[in-house]
């Protein structure tokens, strides 16, 4: 979306010019160029997958132990409601970025978009589905 309305964003990209993550090139720069409600969204979901997925910080750790048992989990084991939130997460960003690919495609995205449309709404109704539940604490 930055390489949109800003050329260094665009040519950092495409011609490896500047340094991504660097001053105007970090991704809170680039989020904070798309507006107040955009930041706002980028910084609660950029913050919360931060907090349990790509930083050992308090939240992330916390996964390890067992809520039940208090030992510490090592190695597979599957928890449901990390598995919806990850999966939410995983679902949300495949959507944001089939958009991002339709826009690059443009007038050739067409009839990928209509063949991939219905999952599409499948995928924004389920996740409204669990937010609704998740909201008024059912199971999910």
């Known amino acids: 979306m930055d390489s949109e309305k800003c050329k260094d964003t665009l040519d950092a990209i495409l011609e490896g010019t500047g340094k991504l993550g660097k001053k105007q090139l970090t991704y809170a720069e680039m ?3 798309q507006g107040d409600e955009f930041l706002k969204a980028w910084t609660h979901n950029y913050g ?7 930083h050992a910080r308090k939240n992330s750790l916390k996964t390890l132990v067992d809520p039940d048992t208090h030992d510490l989990r090592l190695g597979g084991l599957y ?14 960003a495949a ?6 690919l339709a826009k690059v495609l443009g007038a050739n995205a067409l009839p990928w978009q209509r063949e991939c449309l219905p999952m599409f709404k499948a995928a924004a109704d389920w996740r409204k589905k669990v937010a609704a539940k998740v909201e008024v604490g059912e199971s999910v």
């Open 95 to 100: 959507i944001g970025t089939a958009g991002v």
């Open 31 to 33: 989020a904070k160029r």
């Open 48 to 54: 919360a997958m931060s907090e349990y997925a790509a």
């Open 79 to 92: 928890d449901r409601v990390l598995f919806i939130g990850t999966f939410d997460a995983l679902l949300g």
